[in-house]
Nanobody
Framework: QVQLVESGGGLVPPGGSLRLSCEAS????????VAWFRQAPGKEREFVAA????????YYADSVKGRFFLYRDDDKNTVDLQMDNLKVEDTAVYYC???????????????????WGRGTQVTVSS
C-alpha cells in the first residue's frame, strides 16, 4: 500500500505564493507517476500537473501553466507544487495522486490514479 500526505495549504492573497508538499510512504515503488489535482466547491476534480518520471517532461493544465511548478525528490519520496501569482479561481482543495507508470494520454484523468492523499485547502482571497 501507499500513503500520501499533503501539507502546506492555507490562506493567501491574490498574487501571492504557496508551496504544497506531498510525502509518500509504504510501497513507493508504485508511485512512479505523481500528480496534483484540485477540486473547488461544486466542481469536479481537475488536473493540475503530473510527472511520469524524474527527468521527463512535466505536464500542466493550461490554467496554471507558467504559474505552478511541480518538483519531485525521489530520494525523499516527496513531490512539491510551487504556486505563484495565485488567483481567486485557484481556490480549491488540492490533492496529491500517484500510480505506477501511466501513459501520457491518461495523466489528466483522476480515474487513472490508484493512490490519493486526503487533500489540503488552498484559499486565495483578499
Amino acid at each position: 500500500q501507499v500513503q500520501l500526505v499533503e501539507s502546506g495549504g492555507g490562506l493567501v492573497p491574490p498574487g501571492g505564493s504557496l508551496r504544497l508538499s506531498c510525502e509518500a510512504s509504504g510501497r513507493t515503488d508504485n508511485t512512479r507517476t505523481v500528480a496534483w489535482f484540485r477540486q473547488a466547491p461544486g466542481k469536479e476534480r481537475e488536473f493540475v500537473a503530473a510527472n511520469r518520471r524524474n527527468g521527463e517532461n512535466t505536464y500542466y493544465a493550461d490554467s496554471v501553466k507558467g504559474r505552478f511548478f511541480l518538483y519531485r525528490d525521489d530520494d525523499k519520496n516527496t513531490v512539491d507544487l510551487q504556486m505563484d501569482n495565485l488567483k481567486v479561481e485557484d481556490t480549491a482543495v488540492y490533492y496529491c495522486a500517484a500510480n505506477r507508470r501511466l501513459i501520457v494520454s491518461s495523466l489528466r484523468f483522476a480515474s487513472a490514479y490508484g493512490y490519493w492523499g486526503r487533500g489540503t485547502q488552498v484559499t486565495v482571497s483578499s
